[in-house]
């Protein structure tokens, strides 16, 4: 790969055709790393253990502000203040009370902790079953049930297996380190994972007090929280004894969740049946199933009704229509997903149905007939695998110096920080005098009056110094359409309404809770795209391409199809929420601000036109922030706003970070969407019309969203040419949080609809999806719909590679063989392909400035215009200094973003960060190297440093600022065309799947990327970036779920609501490969890859839709149903219909009030 440091494509050209390009696979060097050193590891603090073991050591108590926390050290203590503190909880892990408190406001006087007594801590195993203290942590329980397993016979450790494998996925590592047996048993939340096995496997609680010892089952009774069968006020768990199971006795634990491991289950589910010896008469039975009610439910009068019956097909049919009407989920449940918790219910029955006829045959096949070959795969859950990853890219040129970074995958520069903890973010920077924190107090309504507002309540409480409203803005509190302080009228939940400043965050939060706000409702309320098409709610004007006759067109062909697309939003949840630390000056109403952004000059703007001051008397300083995918590039300005006029009025440094929930509340993310289409086409698969209508869920206010439906429009053919083409596009004004950017920028929203149309022309044409594809992809030198050139050659040249190294046709073909001998599990495989737009259409976005100093000792600082966030901005940017400079990385530092060093800077987004700054960077450089250069000259074997030192003595200036006036982009919407972008960048993704019909669940075997990188300047960042987009986009398109009421209210607010992917949805196997291509206009040739590979996650989607499609067909179901995204379990399932869904109640829509409904 050739490289020179000059854009001189004509040397490239020539390396191209007179050597081999020669591919690498080996993204970083050992040599970076220290060694292991097991003797450098933190160690416990021997003076703890020693303090541990001290026989002298007494009760240790805390006292806080408004609670007392108490630590036992003996059995007896611990006894002995729960008779005196009867209504005390106990803590040990702090798994359940921690979030009550801090979620629930739950308030405890007294806490009593009995972390670490002995008594508490012990397994003893005897003839009948196995005791386990109350105090072993869920690791603990683990590893002990593990050795049992190993130790004892098969048969009489069904209910520890069971067990186990719940653990695997229950919570994730941190939180089973920490909760312990006891506090879980006796928690007994209604989507406990372990509680339905231990009553199936009929264990005991073991209980203690002062009295003295008693034994209660662990059974309904219990989990339903019965009061005669519940722990009296003093009682502790000392122990729980779980018997083994016998030879006629089968114990399973079931469960569904919206992702493998550290999610609550949606259904799960305890179940055992104890037989007449010998027989498949049932004896026994016992159902309890999670998260259908407000507890644990067990099933007792279906089981009861089943006893005596043997284990046959006629029992199971019976047994789910009994079921079905005793465990009753009404239709507006909390949760929702009514339908699908109730086909899951008699679905993990089947399960268990299945999985004791196995074990039954395995006992006798001679007696008990097996169950069909087909269903085999349906008693297996999806293993959980360490994720394979190969990365491919071009090796550098030998002939490159060896000190020329570019083009090597060079560590990010922060990446060790980033381990280690050392990191600095802007909540890191140590307190400041005097100064406070924020707390938000936000709207509850969608659409009302402010009756009346009284914050006396909140002033009242201690280290409360003010309440901001509306009424403190000196300046603005409207700038671009965007409102600060919410006045009079709230336009959506969540809106702010007043901010509470005080000594500390637990005052400030506390003060919040007490400001009393009331509301008149005002008409209309609009939540969803179709409510703001009934009352023509918009923000903008339609936007519009066409070319050809698209109405002529389709009287012209075989075929018309119609239909519509839905999907829905998703949340940045980058790693560090919002944060701004706005610090007022002493004199001339300067203000700074410390703020995790990815547009320090929108946040100065803001800040400016609230305070009503010059922009020059507000620095804005960004070192680094955890992660933005597009969520601050507005929002931050109006928070930091909003926090300066907290810091103008209290005349002291503001601390405003959001805590997760508000920040989800708050902020807003993607847009959802809804895609309208009509597609004529002829029977052999080619496009000959499309009339293709988006409206986007703008929210309440226009923030990016006609940005946003701009990109919608024109980016919404994706890698196809369609001779007749039309695409309108819309942003619908809602009351919801406004919507913002995030990565990709409407093109993921947009190109499933696309993609899902083509996939409809296949299956009406009874093609391949991937031959409708590849008929009517780009093949030569084209125009877009906006009459913008480009050569869709890398387009092919992905798409190829993708189709044969991914081996696709054998493995389709393996995936049908799979399917026909699989009824309950389902493969599928998609392929995607992609013509993604880097930059903006506005030109002056897209210019960029640098300012670079050499010091004498001959290192040097750079400063640019765009942010770190992650992402490897700052090391690419050192690399290019490197280069120019030509001198070791080792000598350039870069330490933050600041509106005082680079004025005007435009957001770092639109996946131009490197192409924009790194040309800013590149030009400063060389610019100080042509001041250099009669140095140089006179000394050419001199050292740097020699250089430098005498460059200052001949008075030549050592600093510089460097600029790019952007690409010369343009869109005329009135003529509907123009060059908006500045270049294209093209890929593949080949994603294969498993589905689960009974329950939903999938899991991703293999993913194969194909990324058109032409010269990538960091391979480790650019795949980096390639397979975080992907991981992201795979969330959007399958787990990720935002929910929202009727009324407008966000639910999914938090880790526990909203799941994002984990190692277990990361594909089994990973390839990417950077295709070489040439693209003269960037620096060095390179391309920008922060955004592409989102849209790639789509590959997931259709592979999912691929093996539904195949189960559907195996059902005798319509091959065309509606897609729509994200296919998540509950969707999954749902569309493989079956006996099973056929079997459960159906509501009528207009008698009930759903919990959640679709916003898009």
Request: proline share 6%.
């Amino acid at each position: 790969m050739k490289s020179s440091g000059k854009c001189c494509m004509d040397q490239e050209e020539r390396s191209f055709v007179n050597r081999q390009e020669k591919i690498c696979t080996k993204l970083y060097n050992e040599d970076e790393f220290q060694p292991l050193d097991p003797s450098q590891e933190p160690i416990f603090p021997p003076e703890l253990i020693r303090m541990a073991e001290d026989p002298n050591k007494r009760r240790l108590t805390f006292q806080g502000e408004r609670t007392t926390w108490i630590a036992p050290v003996t059995l007896n203590d611990l006894l002995e203040l729960k008779a005196n503190f009867p209504e005390a909880t106990l803590i040990m892990g702090n798994t359940t009370v921690g979030p009550s408190i801090k979620f629930r406001d739950e308030f405890h006087p007294v806490f009593i902790s009995p972390l670490g007594l002995p008594e508490l801590y012990f397994v003893d195993c005897t003839d009948d079953g196995v005791t386990i203290g109350a105090g072993y942590s869920l690791a603990q329980l683990n590893d002990a049930l593990h050795l049992i397993v190993l130790e004892q016979p098969k048969e009489k450790t069904k209910t520890y297996s069971a067990l186990l494998k719940h653990l695997r996925t229950l919570a994730g590592a941190q939180i089973r380190n920490m909760a312990t047996l006891g506090g879980h048993v006796v928690s007994r939340p209604n989507f406990s994972d372990l509680n339905p096995i231990l009553a199936a496997g009929n264990a005991t609680i073991n209980l203690l007090s002062k009295e003295g010892k008693r034994q209660i089952p662990l059974n309904s009774h219990f989990l339903e929280r019965s009061p005669e069968a519940s722990l009296k006020s003093e009682e502790i768990v000392l122990s729980v004894y779980i018997p083994y199971s016998t030879q006629w006795h089968f114990v399973s634990g079931l469960r569904l969740a919206q992702r493998q491991e550290n999610a609550f289950a949606i259904v799960n589910a305890g179940m055992s049946v104890k037989f007449e010896d010998g027989t498949d008469t049932i004896k026994n039975l016992q159902m309890f199933y999670g998260s259908v009610g407000s507890t644990v439910v067990s099933a007792s009068q279906t089981c009861q009704q089943l006893i005596g019956r043997q284990w046959d097909d006629q029992m199971l049919s019976d047994a789910c229509r009994l079921v079905l009407d005793e465990i009753d989920i009404p239709p507006a449940a909390g949760g929702g997903m009514v339908e699908y918790r109730r086909t899951l219910i008699i679905s993990l029955l089947f399960k268990f149905y299945l999985k004791v006829r196995r074990g039954l045959n395995k006992m006798d096949p001679q007696k008990f007939p097996d169950i069909p070959e087909k269903f085999m795969s349906a008693l297996e859950d999806f293993p959980i695998k360490t994720p394979q990853g190969t990365q491919m890219f071009q090796c550098v040129d030998p002939y490159q110096p060896p000190q020329d970074p570019i083009g090597h995958p060079v560590m990010h520069q922060s990446a060790i920080k980033h381990a280690t903890g050392e990191a600095v973010f802007s909540d890191d920077t140590p307190p400041i005098a005097r100064e406070l924190f924020l707390a938000v107090v936000t709207s509850t309504k969608a659409h009302a009056k402010i009756i009346s507002f009284d914050a006396s309540e909140a002033l009242a409480l201690p280290g409360v110094v003010d309440v901001i409203t509306a009424e403190d803005v000196p300046g603005s509190n409207n700038h671009r359409g965007e409102i600060l302080y919410a006045q009079n009228e709230v336009i959506c939940v969540g809106q702010i309404i007043c901010t509470v400043a005080a000594d500390i965050y637990a005052h400030a939060r506390e003060a919040a809770k007490k400001v009393k706000i009331t509301y008149e409702d005002i008409e209309p309320r609009i939540i969803t795209i179709e409510q703001a098409l009934e009352h023509n709610s918009f923000f903008t004007t339609e936007k519009k391409i066409e070319q050809g006759n698209v109405e002529q067109a389709f009287k012209y062909v075989d075929q018309i199809i119609e239909g519509e697309a839905h999907v829905e939003g998703q949340e940045h949840f980058y790693m560090e929420t919002q944060t701004i630390l706005a610090i007022p000056k002493e004199e001339d109403k300067e203000m700074v601000l410390y703020v995790g952004t990815q547009f320090p000059s929108h946040v100065q703007e803001f800040v400016a036109a609230t305070l009503n001051i010059p922009r020059s008397r507000i620095a804005c300083h960004m070192k680094r922030t955890g992660g933005g995918f597009g969520g601050k590039v507005t929002k931050p300005a109006v928070l930091g706003a909003v926090g300066a006029v907290a810091a103008n009025k209290t005349g002291r440094p503001i601390r405003f970070i959001l805590e997760r929930g508000d920040d989800m509340l708050i902020t807003g993310g993607r847009h959802p969407l809804l895609g309208k289409y009509k597609i004529g086409f002829m029977n052999n698969g080619v496009i000959k019309a499309a009339d293709v209508e988006y409206y986007i869920n703008s929210g309440c206010t226009p923030d990016e969203s006609e940005s946003v439906i701009d990109f919608v429009v024109l980016k919404s053919e994706n890698a196809y040419h369609i001779p007749n083409f039309r695409c309108r596009g819309r942003a619908c004004k809602t009351n919801l949080p406004s919507n913002t950017a995030f990565r990709g920028f409407g093109f993921p929203q947009a190109t499933v609809v696309v993609e899902a149309y083509i996939t409809a022309v296949a299956s009406q044409c009874n093609l391949p999806p991937e031959e409708v594809k590849e008929i009517n992809m780009y093949k030569r030198i084209s125009k877009t719909a906006y009459k913008q050139t480009f050569n869709p050659e890398p387009l092919r040249k992905c798409w190829k590679q993708c189709l044969e190294k991914s081996s696709f046709y054998p493995r389709k073909l393996a995936a049908e063989e799979f399917n026909k001998k699989n009824y309950w599990k389902k493969r599928g495989l998609a392929v995607v392909p992609m013509k993604f737009t880097i930059g903006f259409p506005v030109a002056y976005y897209n210019q960029a400035a640098a300012l670079v100093h050499i010091y004498l000792d001959g290192s040097v600082l750079v400063t640019h215009g765009g942010c770190e966030m992650g992402q490897g901005l700052h090391t690419k940017m050192i690399q290019v200094a490197s280069r120019e400079l030509n001198i070791p990385q080792s000598y350039i530092h870069l330490s933050e973003t600041s509106t005082v060093t680079v004025p005007n800077a435009s957001f770092t987004a639109a996946s131009m960060g490197a192409d924009i700054n790194g040309k800013a960077v590149q030009n400063a450089c060389q610019i100080l190297m042509a001041r250099l250069q009669p140095v140089i000259r006179k000394n050419p074997k001199g050292k740097w440093e020699d250089w430098i030192a005498k460059a200052f003595e001949q008075s030549i200036s050592l600093s510089t600022t460097g600029y790019f006036k952007g690409y010369l982009t343009n869109m005329d919407w009135e003529k509907e065309k123009g060059e908006p972008y500045p270049y294209f960048v093209y890929g593949a993704s080949c994603s294969e799947v498993e589905v689960d019909c009974l329950t939903g669940a999938h899991k991703l075997l293999r993913t194969d990327i194909y990324m058109d990188a032409a010269f990538s300047i960091n391979p480790a960042l650019d795949i980096g970036q390639i397979e975080g987009a992907f991981i992201q986009g795979m969330g959007f398109y399958t787990i990720e779920e935002l929910k929202y009421s009727p009324e407008g209210v966000l639910y999914s607010r938090s880790p526990d609501d909203y799941k994002i992917p984990t190692v277990t949805e990361i594909p089994e196997e990973i390839r990417v490969t950077l295709v070489h291509s040439r693209n003269p206009i960037a620096i060095y040739s390179s391309k920008g890859l922060g955004e592409s590979g989102m849209f790639l996650g789509s590959s997931v989607l259709f592979a999912i839709y691929d093996a539904v499609t195949a189960a559907r067909k195996e059902r005798g179901l319509t091959k065309t149903f509606s897609l729509n995204s994200p296919a998540t379990p509950e969707w999954i399932r749902m569309t493989c219909v079956d006996q099973f869904t056929d079997m459960i109640p159906r509501d009528d829509p207009s008698t009930f009030t759903p919990w959640s409904i679709r916003v898009s």
